[in-house]
Nanobody, 131 residues
Framework: LRCSCRRGGGLVQNGGSLRLSCVAS????????MGWYRQAPGKQRELVAA??????????HYSDAVKGRFTISRDNAKNTVYLQMSSLKPEDTAVYYC??????????????????????WGKGTLVTVSS
């Protein structure tokens, strides 16, 4: 499975909103827990949102940094994962990627610190939030 971001990134003002979308290829999305990751300049890539497969309840979980502001969702029929971002802050500036995640992370049972995704990273999308 490989996910590539198709649209949604760009420049937005502090407090603005963006919706990212990422299309999976190589395999059907429906059996995977999926996550949105981001990498800010000079920082390590981090998981910010995860969603479980529908078969395991479809639950979502978020990092503290984005909780209450970001919403992850999926459309298995379109093999697409979305990230709705609201109340954006300059510290949200990063390249955003979609990849598989641990089902346990999506259910809040494992911390977001460890990486359980695929090594097959697709194209990311740059989000820049101006102050």
């Amino acid at each position: 499975l490989r996910c590539s971001c198709r649209r949604g990134g760009g420049l937005v003002q502090n407090g603005g909103s963006l919706r990212l979308s990422c299309v999976a290829s190589g395999s059907a999305l429906n059996t995977y827990a999926m996550g949105w990751y981001r990498q800010a300049p000079g920082k390590q890539r981090e998981l910010v949102a995860a969603i479980a497969a529908i078969s395991t309840g479809g639950s979502t979980h978020y990092s503290d940094a984005v909780k209450g502001r970001f919403t992850i969702s999926r459309d298995n029929a379109k093999n697409t994962v979305y990230l709705q971002m609201s109340s954006l802050k300059p510290e949200d500036t990063a390249v955003y990627y979609c990849n598989t995640a641990s089902a346990a992370q999506a259910m809040g049972l494992l911390p977001f610190d460890n990486f359980y995704g695929s090594d097959n990273w697709g194209k990311g999308t740059l989000v820049t939030v101006s102050s």
